[in-house]
């Protein structure tokens, strides 16, 4: 999308040949507090656990934004991710299905207090609504069960839409 693409900052990539457990991206990529990721992930066959990213704060407030290879669904796990006292309901993690046979695309849009994830190029789509009580200030890959054996992508930092003075509206 063209409007999209406009707000970008320059682009950082980031490679990895292979994550074990976990493996921090933010000296590569950036706060993700406004940004935008695109990212593929392969992992070896055999795998049969979780794959994916965690952004979090220093208050070890953390969402995780995956995929579970066994289940074959695409999740995003907001337990963690701050506030949640206001309802019994909000909290928990949330799953839609995705069958896939080794790898993962993802194109995931991360502002202050939401992340909206496009998986495989749309097929997917899943929008949360998350309150930390802190920025999410970090933003890892983990692999949980096997071994991913190669990540690629590319980060932006996305610029404000509407502008320093929101006062006027």
């Known amino acids: 999308v063209d409007e999209m693409a406009s707000l970008r900052g320059p682009t950082k990539e980031f490679a990895a040949d292979e994550v074990t457990d976990r493996l921090d991206l933010t000296s590569q990529v950036g706060s993700p507090q406004t940004s935008e990721l695109i990212f593929t992930m392969e992992w070896e066959e055999g795998h049969e656990g979780r794959v994916g990213l965690t952004l979090a704060n220093g208050l070890h407030e ?95 930092d996305l610029e404000r839409v509407w502008g320093d003075d929101m006062g006027s509206m």
């Open 62 to 156: 953390h969402l995780d934004i995956g995929y579970d290879i066994a289940k074959q669904q695409l999740f995003i796990d907001r337990v963690d991710a701050g506030k949640k006292g206001f309802s019994e309901q909000f909290v928990g993690m949330h799953v839609a299905p995705l069958a896939l046979e080794n790898e993962l695309m993802l194109r995931i849009l991360i502002d202050w207090s939401s992340v909206e994830v496009f998986a495989e190029e749309g097929r997917v789509v899943m929008t949360e609504t998350v309150f930390p009580n802190e920025n999410f200030t970090s933003i890892a890959v983990f692999s949980e069960g096997g071994i991913l054996s190669g990540i690629k992508g590319r980060a932006y």
